[in-house]
């Protein structure tokens, strides 16, 4: 099969997975390339809740395919920025599913997730540096934002890798699993994702992302939405709620 993105959806939840077990499923340039539009179909997809991104087999993504970098770094580099970016705009929650080895572009992919799951005995590195690639300016900022100034220094600095327990200390990582318990884990979080208010969930992914000029859409949102009543008589009547709000509004 040639290094592709699958992609499925059941029970309101899509899944996108990185296909190229020959390079430990690094990123060509058409995978970089299909991510937006393929984020930009899952988008549109009132089935869609949420988004989990993981890797064929037992490795997530160990970067770019370096033949790539050695047409045209300058191009691979915006490509790969552009697919981060359309990923940190999914205006659903994601979900990065870590096993193995996730590495330069891998980590760009799974930091740009809202959430980071990862099995026992998965890697992580941010390797710019042993390549003599300037990391973007971008991605450096997201990267802080998670981890700090000092641990993004030195993950930067060195690109050497990091296990999962000190990827979850310096809050790279949100949960580590035991290695049969992630797929597991991963379904249970999904399924309380979905069955939560898209409404509170989206305002918060923009607020937490550092928009500060929409507070009056989501007032408005809110006063509008019928979620708030809906959410206030479930919890009263100690049924679960059935919230209608969604993203195409």
Not at 2 to 9: A, D, F, I, K, N
Request: aromatic share 6%; with cysteine; proline share 5%.
């Amino acid at each position: 099969m040639e290094p592709q993105l699958l992609h499925t959806v059941a029970d309101s939840v899509a899944t996108v997975v990185v296909h190229h077990p020959a390079k430990r499923n690094a990123m060509t340039a058409a995978m970089w390339r299909a991510l937006p539009p393929l984020l930009d179909t899952l988008a549109a997809d009132a089935d869609v809740r949420a988004l989990v991104l993981t890797g064929e087999g037992g490795t997530f993504c160990a970067g770019a395919d370096i033949s790539t970098l050695r047409e045209s770094p300058e191009e691979a580099q915006g490509l790969a920025v552009l697919a981060e970016e359309a990923l940190a705009a999914f205006p659903k929650p994601t979900l990065a599913a870590v096993r193995g080895h996730c590495v330069g572009g891998g980590s760009q992919l799974a930091a740009a997730c809202d959430l980071r799951f990862a099995a026992e005995g998965s890697l992580f590195g941010v390797t710019p540096a042993k390549l003599g690639i300037v990391y973007p300016a971008s991605s450096t900022r997201r990267l802080v934002s998670l981890v700090g100034p000092s641990a993004a220094k030195y993950l930067l600095f060195s690109g050497e890798l990091i296990d999962a327990e000190r990827a979850l200390h310096t809050g790279l990582v949100d949960e580590v699993l035991p290695e049969g318990e992630l797929d597991k884990r991963v379904g249970e979080f999904t399924r309380i994702l979905v069955s939560r208010s898209q409404l509170t969930q989206a305002a918060a992914k923009e607020f937490a992302n550092g928009l500060t000029d929409r507070d009056a859409y989501w007032s408005e949102q809110a006063r509008d939405s019928g979620d708030t009543a809906e959410g206030v008589a479930a919890f009263l009547e100690r049924r679960r709620p059935s919230f209608t709000w969604t993203t195409r509004g």
